[in-house]
């Protein structure tokens, strides 16, 4: 139950700080270049769409299970191919950000839009590479509070750096 509460609590810091993060960039950027970030942002959400396949999901329950059975074999498979997806859905995306300043382009004429949106998929990628292993790795380890600071820093480091 504990555990439930401090994931809940860490839920409700992300959402603050993303909603508070939203509210001042609309601030800071004024309307035509607030527009200009949303146009980038939800161009990156599309090319990033690969990165939230669910395999985190998939995997933390299987790993789960291997781990509780101490079952080393399995485990290792498990991880070799939660490597191999998030490297597969990375390299998808990161097309995708190379083609993003043509799409940017073409659908908004403005290729600015498509270097930030490149910008933001990499920053994506990065995140996706590094945070996965390590969230899942805590998860199954039941270190919830380290996975749930981990998770906070993660949203910060990617809404921060979208600030600069």
Known sequence: MRQTATLQAGSLIGNFTQALIGVLMARLL???RFGIYVLAM???????IF?????????????GVSYAQEDKF????ILAFFIKITFL??????AGALLAPLIADT?????TVGLYASLVVAAAVISSSLFSLSTVTLQIAGKIKMMMVLGVVDQILRWGLSLA
């Open 30 to 32: 004024q309307p035509e």
């Open 42 to 48: 939800s161009l990156a959400a599309l090319l990033s």
């Open 51 to 63: 990165l939230t396949s669910g395999a985190q999901d998939a995997v933390s329950s299987l790993l």
């Open 74 to 77: 399995e485990i290792s498979q």
């Open 89 to 94: 859905t990375g390299l998808l995306s990161l």
């Open 107 to 111: 659908f908004y004429h403005n290729k």
